[in-house]
């Protein structure tokens, strides 16, 4: 268990015993393992886009809820926008290197560039 130093003042504020505060986080439940996609391919796209160049993630086979969470982790690593269509994942700008960099991170093996 961790060191709390914020721990003894639970007495001196008389919260009960089982509550948590601020500095005391519930635990997670535990959802299970994330899974880990065997290949990606990244390939960059300008057709009918108004010229502007975005990144498209595709063929991780995630459910949507998973695709949604890698796209904020995703976009919050580039600093810059995206968006889900369909069962890619679709990121402002050419932004390959750095796309393929953050999934090899992820624990990808494969990631095919296009």
Excluded: Y
Excluded at 10 to 34: H, Y
Excluded at 37 to 43: E, G, I, S, Y
Excluded at 80 to 97: F, M, T, Y
């Amino acid at each position: 268990m961790k060191h709390n130093p914020f721990a003894g003042l639970r007495d001196q504020l008389g919260l009960p015993p089982g509550e948590t505060t601020a500095s005391e986080p519930a635990a997670a439940a535990p959802d299970g393992p994330s899974p880990i996609p065997r290949r990606a391919v990244v390939r960059m796209e300008r057709s009918g886009r108004g010229g502007k160049a975005v990144t498209v993630v595709e063929q991780l086979a995630l459910p949507p809820e998973t695709l949604a969470v890698w796209l904020k982790d995703l976009k919050h690593a580039l600093g810059c926008g995206g968006s889900v269509e369909g069962e890619a994942l679709v990121i402002q700008g050419d932004q390959r290197p750095r796309v393929q960099a953050w999934l090899s991170a992820r624990g990808i093996r494969k990631v095919t560039m296009g």
